[in-house]
């Protein structure tokens, strides 16, 4: 644990214990938000689900990525990251869209959800520590870019399908 840190976030006005469990929803958000996009790209049917597939393969390496961003970050502030899955469903606020009909549309509207929750999440994280706590606002804003930018990603596979229907029935 980084004494500094949490002495720096601490003297800003940010309750450190508080920002930790939001930070620590957020890993949650992210974990379950990993998976849904792995599995979700390999079981993804129908004549849209190749290109959903690259997709949402991309898109669960970038939460990964964001999931071990905000582990380094808890564990600097003095926090343990959340364990276990069954912590990352009890914790997280996005919670888990689980692929039951494996249809590319169907698909592409939950992880579409799914990005939604998880950018308010993260303006929600931002609006606490902006312009208090630099190093979390930097990593937080860094996250919301890829989220915003995964929604769009998203919308525009949805909009492609609104042009040419055919591209996406089965």
């Known amino acids: 644990m980084g004494m500094k840190a949490k002495e720096l976030v601490r003297r800003a006005g940010v309750d450190v214990d508080a920002l930790i469990q939001e930070l620590n929803s957020a ?51 003095g926090g343990t990251p959340s364990i276990s899955p069954e912590l990352w469903l009890k ?9 039951k009909d494996p249809e590319a549309m169907v698909l592409l509207k939950q992880n579409i959800q799914g990005e939604r929750c998880a950018i308010e999440v993260y303006q929600k994280l931002l609006d606490r520590v902006a312009g208090k706590d630099h190093v979390t606002e930097h990593l937080v804003r860094e996250i919301l870019e890829d989220e915003l930018e995964h929604e769009q990603d998203l919308e525009d596979l949805q909009g492609s399908c609104a042009v040419d229907k055919k591209m996406c029935m089965k």
């Open 27 to 77: 890993y949650c958000d992210e974990w379950l938000a990993y998976y849904q996009y792995w599995i979700g790209a390999r079981v993804a049917e129908g004549k849209m689900a190749h290109l959903l597939a690259e997709e949402l393969a991309e898109h669960a390496g970038e939460e990964l990525e964001h999931a071990e961003k905000l582990a380094k970050r808890i564990i600097e502030l």
């Open 91 to 99: 914790e997280s606020t996005c919670g888990f869209l689980a692929p």
